[in-house]
């Protein structure tokens, strides 16, 4: 609903879009939407492989070895933050 207002209101209020540019703003419209979902389904993807692998446990793990105190786990994640 939102997209037909705006396509009025861009069409006859501010003169901007042609009919004869409507075709162009779809395909455009379509390959920024095409690109965000590749992206979104790259990190789903990332994710599902991360999570099935159980590296977050095998993190965990380690640190939990390393580090016994609450002050130390979170300046670890500090630091690793400020590097990255």
Known sequence: MAV???FIISLFVYKEL???????VLINASKTT??????AATAMSV????????LPQA??????????S???LL????????CS
């Open 4 to 6: 037909v207002y705006a």
């Open 18 to 24: 042609k009919i004869k540019d409507f075709p162009k």
């Open 34 to 39: 095409g690109q965000v979902l590749l992206v």
């Open 47 to 54: 994710a599902w492989v991360i999570s099935t692998a159980q």
């Open 59 to 68: 993190i965990v793990n380690v640190f939990s070895g390393l580090i016994s």
């Open 70 to 72: 609450k002050l130390m």
């Open 75 to 82: 300046i670890v994640i500090n630091i690793f933050l400020s």
